[in-house]
């Protein structure tokens, strides 16, 4: 719809006398009108006006209106046209018809005159908010397969072409390689020059390594500084060894970033299928082994995967052990980071993360550990102990003179896979005393994405508490407005790879916009991880994103540190 101008409506009818009426009272509401006596001149008018909306008879003496609702929908510039069509007040079959056709409504003979006009606006309204919605779940559908900083395949799209690489080898009896590359001492790059740097820097080790493999294989980012490649198809280890060697050589080749030089190393772990696997994550987690003795054996080197590779496996064996004594010691500690809102700069809420102060390790991050705590079943007793913890800290804050405050808490897909999930929910609420409203649960997309009609249920029992619900790091997994039309969510967290990324990469820049717009199309609080600038502040209030989250405001931190903090930046009121 052209915004400089009043809507223009092709009106297809082979009455003159109710063409007439109709553009008297359609022009009188404020429509621009053009109109078309039979079926050939319609065709011809729609293709040369490209109108905003197409009114059509459904019989005239060259053919019919359902014909050219089909041509006109079935071609590019047609299929978000809304199409409406005239029928008899009491013609079901027309009026079925004219949505087998295409049309996106009807109105009725005799028309009301008085109606016409308004039902034709709001039409052409809620067809414009369709459109929109489509054009922005097309746009994160489209790069939810890409990742937003290399542009390469990600975790996702490497796992499709993984699993039909898979089957075709099986089915030949053929031969594949997975290598796993990790930059060796990348956080130090991003902790000392800064997030921005490291991002660049990443853009061009993907490049490097994208140039090396042939056309069949797929290079993917699997998230910080990890990178895979899978081989579909190889003759023998010397395809292998031979892109480990390039991909080495080319990474360790200095970077030029905005006039500094900078080099850096890279490990690579090697699987091959049938050797080491029959599964991608099997492959996946062989390589990964073997890139950690690549790094144990002086790093810049690459390693094959072996039965006898143990080193790994005893360490988590280790890490296990030492997490359940933490449980039952009271090693396991919150800290609370703030959640801004972006025009007013007041407290809208406290995401609550969970750190491991480990007598022998120190303090543990929780990438370290969570994934472990997953996989051994440890995620119960912790999360459990989060959630209560969580509950007696919201109670402690009211009671010393703090208002209330909601706390999000990320919830795994293991604890929200339990029966008694909402029950132990109930329980803890009651126990510590305090409403549901002050608690808020965050989910992943590809959590929720599982069993989705037991999903659903399961939220709606949870709404009933008075939980807040919140989709975590979407824009990464799946999205889609199907399942967020049926879900009770309320907010959205845009995750922190494409804040950091908005600057410098249109694609990450547009699904930040693309989810601040759905959100608000769907009425859900939005809120943008990992703000640390000023400037990337600055573009998502100019955005119109409600929330922010990140260093810019503050670190996370104890629970005593942030009451100090909310009484030296709030005070009591």
């Given amino acids: 719809m052209n915004p400089a101008a009043e809507p223009l409506i092709l009106l297809v009818d082979d009455d003159a006398g109710l063409r007439l009426m109709l553009r008297t009272t359609l022009e009188s509401a404020g429509f621009r009108v053009e109109e ?58 027309s009026i079925n018809r004219a949505f087998e056709s295409g049309a996106t409504d009807f109105i009725t003979k005799p028309i009301h005159w008085a109606m016409v006009g308004h039902r034709l606006r709001y039409i052409l309204r809620a067809s414009q908010a369709l459109t929109e919605l489509k054009r922005s779940e097309a746009r994160i ?64 080790i993907a490049e490097r390594i994208a140039a090396c493999v042939r056309d069949e294989d797929t290079v993917s980012r699997l998230g910080g500084d990890e990178f895979a490649v899978l081989l579909p198809s190889i003759h023998g280890m010397s395809d292998v060894i031979n892109l480990a060697e390039r991909i080495l050589a080319r990474v360790a080749e200095a970077c030029d970033i905005d006039g500094q030089l900078l080099r850096v190393s890279a490990s690579i772990g090697i699987s091959l299928f049938p050797d080491d696997g029959d599964s991608g994550d099997a492959l996946l987690k062989n390589a990964d082994a073997a890139m950690y003795l690549a790094k144990e054996s002086g790093r810049n080197n690459y390693q094959f995967y072996t039965a006898e590779l143990n080193t790994r496996a005893l360490e988590r064996l280790t890490l296990e052990s030492r997490l359940r004594q933490a449980i039952e010691g009271g090693e396991l500690e919150l800290y609370y980071q703030p959640q801004i809102s972006a025009a007013s700069g007041t407290l809208s809420g406290v995401e609550a993360l969970i750190r491991w102060r480990s007598p022998e390790l120190g303090l543990v991050a929780p990438m370290r550990f969570i994934p472990l705590a997953e996989e051994t079943g440890l995620i119960l007793p912790i999360g459990e102990w989060t959630i209560r913890r969580t509950c007696r800290q919201i109670k402690d804050w009211q009671a010393a003179g703090l208002p209330a405050i909601r706390v999000a808490v990320n919830i795994s897909a293991v604890q929200f896979q339990q029966r008694n999930f909402t029950k132990l929910l109930r329980q803890l609420l009651l126990e510590a005393d305090i409403g549901g409203s002050n608690l808020e649960l965050e989910l992943t997309e590809s959590m929720v994405m599982r069993d989705l009609d037991s999903v659903i249920a399961t939220l709606h029992e949870l709404k009933a508490l008075g939980l807040n619900l919140a989709i975590d790091d979407f824009g990464t997994g799946y999205s ?12 959205l967290k845009i995750d922190q790879s494409f804040v950091r990324a908005m600057h410098i990469d249109p694609a990450s820049l547009a699904i930040v916009e693309a989810i601040i717009a759905l959100a608000k199309a769907l009425e859900l609080e939005c809120i943008a991880e990992g703000v640390e600038t000023e400037a990337e502040l600055a573009l998502l209030q100019n955005l119109r994103c409600e929330m922010v989250q990140g260093y810019y405001y503050a670190r996370p931190m104890p629970a005593e540190e942030f009451q100090a903090w909310y009484l030296g930046r709030f005070g009591t009121g």
Wanted: include cysteine; charged fraction near 25%.
């Fill in 36 to 93: 078309a006596g039979n079926c050939a001149a319609g065709l011809t008018a729609w293709e040369r006006l490209q109108p905003d909306l197409l009114l059509l008879d459904v019989l005239m003496p060259d053919g019919d209106g359902y014909e050219v609702c089909r041509r006109v929908r079935n071609s590019t510039a047609g299929r978000n046209l809304p199409i409406v069509m005239v029928t008899g007040l009491d013609d079901t079959d």
């Fill in 480 to 491: 889609s407005l199907n399942y967020l039309r049926r879900m009770p969510i309320d907010v």
């Fill in 141 to 204: 559908d489209y790069l939810a397969n890409r990742d937003a900083i290399t542009g390469l395949a990600n975790r996702n799209l490497l796992g499709d072409r993984l699993g039909v690489a898979l089957a075709h080898n099986k089915r030949l009896h053929g031969r594949l390689a997975v290598l796993l590359i990790d930059l060796d001492r990348f956080k130090t790059i991003n902790d000392s020059i800064g997030h921005g740097f490291g991002d660049k820097l990443l853009g061009i």
